[in-house]
C-alpha cells in the first residue's frame, strides 16, 4: 500500500493503497495518495501522524483526509468513518467505505522516477477521480507534481470545492 521514492538525499514515501478491511481499520487513516518529503533527516512535507491514544478526539482529526498532504474535496475525508460491525472501540470507528480502485504506474529512468496514481474514494459522492503525478528528480533534491480530478465518463462534473494540503514540517 506504499510506494518508497529515494534518490540520494531525497525520499518520498507515498499511500498508494486501499483501507484495510472494516473490521481491521480501527487505526487506519484516510489519507489515500498523501505523501511526505524528506531531505536526509530534514523532513520537508509530512502528515498530521497519530496522536497519543487517550486523545480521543485528535485521534478522529488526525484520520482525517485534511491531516494529511493530498488534494480534500469539498472538506470530506476520501473515506467514511463509522460502525459497521457494531463493535466500538477506543481507537475510533470503522472505514466503512473509502477508495476501492488505486492503480499506480512507476517508472525509473536517469532522469528520476515517477510515479501516477489515482483513487476512487470520491466516486460516489461526487463522481471524480484523484490522480496525483510525482515525480523525484535523480538528483533527490527536487519533488514536481501535479493533482488531477477526472470526472467519471457519461457523469456531469459536479461544481465542488477542493484543497490540497501540504503540512510542511516545523
Given at each position: 500500500?506504499?510506494?518508497?521514492?529515494?534518490?540520494?538525499?531525497?525520499?518520498?514515501?507515498?499511500?498508494?493503497?486501499?483501507?484495510?478491511?472494516?473490521?481491521?481499520?480501527?487505526?487506519?487513516?484516510?489519507?489515500?495518495?498523501?505523501?511526505?518529503?524528506?531531505?536526509?533527516?530534514?523532513?520537508?512535507?509530512?502528515?498530521?501522524?497519530?496522536?497519543?491514544?487517550?486523545?480521543?478526539?485528535?485521534?478522529?482529526?488526525?484520520?482525517?483526509?485534511?491531516?494529511?498532504?493530498?488534494?480534500?474535496?469539498?472538506?470530506?475525508?476520501?473515506?467514511?468513518?463509522?460502525?459497521?460491525?457494531?463493535?466500538?472501540?477506543?481507537?475510533?470507528?470503522?472505514?466503512?467505505f473509502?477508495?476501492?480502485?488505486?492503480?499506480?504506474?512507476?517508472?525509473?529512468?536517469a532522469?528520476?522516477?515517477?510515479?501516477?496514481?489515482?483513487?476512487?474514494?470520491?466516486?460516489?459522492?461526487?463522481?471524480?477521480?484523484?490522480?496525483?503525478?510525482?515525480?523525484?528528480?535523480?538528483?533527490?533534491?527536487r519533488?514536481?507534481?501535479?493533482?488531477?480530478?477526472?470526472?467519471?465518463?457519461?457523469?456531469?462534473?459536479?461544481?465542488?470545492?477542493?484543497?490540497?494540503?501540504?503540512?510542511?514540517?516545523?
Amino acid at each position: 500500500g506504499y510506494q518508497r521514492l529515494e534518490a540520494h538525499e531525497g525520499l518520498v514515501i507515498i499511500d498508494t493503497g486501499p483501507p484495510p478491511p472494516s473490521l481491521f481499520s480501527r487505526r487506519a487513516h484516510a489519507g489515500c495518495l498523501s505523501f511526505e518529503f524528506s531531505l536526509g533527516r530534514d523532513r520537508i512535507v509530512a502528515n498530521c501522524g497519530a496522536p497519543v491514544a487517550h486523545r480521543p478526539s485528535l485521534w478522529a482529526s488526525a484520520r482525517a483526509t485534511a491531516a494529511h498532504s493530498t488534494l480534500i474535496l469539498d472538506d470530506v475525508s476520501s473515506c467514511a468513518f463509522g460502525t459497521q460491525s457494531g463493535i466500538k472501540s477506543w481507537f475510533g470507528d470503522e472505514i466503512i467505505f473509502g477508495p476501492r480502485d488505486v492503480p499506480v504506474r512507476r517508472e525509473e529512468t536517469a532522469l528520476g522516477i515517477s510515479l501516477v496514481a489515482s483513487h476512487d474514494g470520491y466516486k460516489e459522492r461526487f463522481g471524480l477521480i484523484h490522480e496525483r503525478s510525482l515525480v523525484l528528480h535523480a538528483n533527490g533534491r527536487r519533488l514536481a507534481g501535479a493533482d488531477r480530478l477526472i470526472g467519471a465518463p457519461g457523469e456531469t462534473t459536479p461544481d465542488v470545492n477542493y484543497a490540497i494540503r501540504f503540512h510542511i514540517h516545523p
